[in-house]
């Protein structure tokens, strides 16, 4: 659906208002500019989204507003239309994987390494998502770009820490080393990082069951995006929240990712994203393009979260493979 400019301008300033007031309120989950919910239904109404844990209906919010009054959201404050979403989001590596196969071909050992398959650090149990390949701007290395969360893992994770793929959730171990942790920009607030690929193997500039990524693109209100993860599989989706912000804590580290925007599933598809496809690209359905990295959401309903690809790599000064 077409969207004024204008409101759109608006809302985003007013969003960073309520992100001033109320990201820092334990109810808290995210807040971003999307489409106004009403009795579960996307509606036109553009609005600033406040994503809270709890939302107390009607009957009960008087009573918890009497015991909680810290800890209510006052929207006269927001220069904008206000809507209220009750979500809990949580990071989506997979921390507790169940015992790996070899018959999933994203969980092998893969020659050559692409976008979509198994890969983690080599500090801790779990596996995530290589997100693709890039290049470093100023030296052109060839390296692969994934979550802060999945390559680094840990804020004492040092420069070299050894990448696995497959991720050690999947049964990889010292000898499927293919690269070392270079860098990250969780102290920018974005869950990302690249590490410089030292191995034998091959790369390609592929996502399994998509094809070649096509270049870059910013992500749209309404945009059909597609990724192929570790977990999940290929899955489709669209973005009904953009701009956000979403207060999370790694490690005991209380962090604000930005730029985080929402994907809820396409009409008819069952899932949009699982524990375990952290550091997926999406992808522009119609171009081809990246749009964002994957690494967040939730399953009641389906959601995802992912961070804008545009800023992803601006701040890690790299760009993508072609």
Partial sequence: MPIDSRELWAARDARRVAAAYYLSNPRVSLIDVGWKERDGRQTEELSVRIHLINKPTEAAFESFSMQNEALIIDKDKIPFKVDFIKAKYRLHSDRWPTPYTKVNERAKSCDPLRGGISVSNGRFYNYGTLGGIVSDKVTGEAMILSNWHVLAGAFYAPKGQKIYQPGTGDGG?????????ERDVMAEGID????????????LNDQIGLGAVKGVEAPKLGMRVVKSGRKSDVTCGV?????????????GVKRRIKYVY???PQPGQPEVSQGGDSGSWWLNQSTGRAVGLHFAGMDDPEIALAIAMPEVLNALHVEIMV
């Fill in 173 to 181: 171990c010292y000898r499927d080393a293919v690269a070392a942790l």
């Fill in 239 to 251: 973005i009904d929240g953009i701009d956000g912000e979403y207060p999370i804590w790694y490690g």
């Fill in 262 to 264: 929402r994907i809820k």
């Fill in 192 to 203: 990302a990082a690249v590490a410089k690929l030292k191995t034998d193997r091959k790369w």
